[in-house]
């Protein structure tokens, strides 16, 4: 058997062809489109900063586990380890948990825990706890179950999409879901349709994955944490801006926040 830490010990192996550029990256593109992990979890944490101090500063914990996946998703794709999936897998499982943790709006939560969060953030981590103890049991399904969180979490957005009149928090949510729908389109096709990519000689799709992927979050921050504010800062106002200029027709979304009084 080999070791958890050998090159090629995972049982899972991506479209593209390995060791082609180096024989220490077994994918290379897959390894290095993860660079933008290491962009947007820094930039966030500077623009975010003002609304974090304000709102909860276990936001920082989240940001750190979004860029330490993106370096487990790196060493993961470099050696194809199963040490380096089981890291890549369950690093996400914990931001997703983190993020469920600070800002799922209290009347999504399950009915016999009322509204009260320290009993949900108590529930979240043990079911996060007892999950990533599970993953090691059929390593290969991994991915999948993630993404159907994912799914779960669109459907939260798509929910208070249909509540909301705010133009700016309706734009994010279009605009995140285009993102979000075109990487996992992407990592399906990788996944399901990898002969035909290798017969055009363009197996690069899960490399793409990474890239949409790591745009979805501050997207995701920023739509999650507009809603919150709606209920859990009610006399708060809460500005999206866009780095580095709020003209550009593409940008870095944030927020701002103040304490002037919002009605209701």
């Not at 470099?78 to 600070?102: C, N, P, V």
């Amino acid at each position: 058997m080999p070791s958890i830490f050998a090159y090629q010990s995972s049982e899972v192996d991506w479209c593209e062809p390995n060791f082609q550029y180096s024989q220490l990256v077994a994918e290379f593109y897959n390894t290095f489109s993860n660079v933008t992990f290491f962009i947007f979890g820094p930039l966030m944490t500077f623009l975010m900063r003002p609304y974090i101090q304000r709102r909860s500063r276990y936001i920082y914990v989240l940001i750190i586990l979004f860029t330490v996946t993106g370096l487990f998703s790196m060493y993961f794709h470099m050696t194809l380890s199963f040490l380096g999936q089981m890291l890549d897998e369950i690093a996400i499982l914990w931001l997703l948990a983190s993020g469920y943790s600070i800002w799922l709006p209290r009347c999504y939560f399950p009915a016999f825990l009322g509204q009260n969060r320290s009993w949900y953030i108590s529930l979240i981590i043990t079911i996060t706890l007892v999950s990533t103890f599970l993953s090691f049991l059929r390593p290969t399904i991994n991915a999948y179950i993630l993404n159907i969180i994912g799914l779960h979490i669109i459907y939260i957005v798509v929910q208070e999409y249909k509540k909301t009149n705010n133009k700016e928090l309706r734009h994010l949510i279009e605009v995140s879901t285009v993102i979000w729908a075109l990487a996992l389109t992407s990592w399906i096709s990788d996944r399901l349709l990898c002969s035909f990519w290798q017969w055009i000689n363009f197996s690069y799709l899960h490399s793409i994955w990474h890239v949409l992927i790591s745009f979805t979050f501050p997207y995701g921050m920023v739509i999650l944490a507009v809603v919150d504010s709606t209920y859990e800062m009610p006399n708060k106002n809460i500005k999206v801006r866009y780095w580095p200029r709020d003209t550009w027709p593409v940008g870095l979304p944030y927020v701002e926040i103040d304490d002037d009084h919002k009605s209701c």
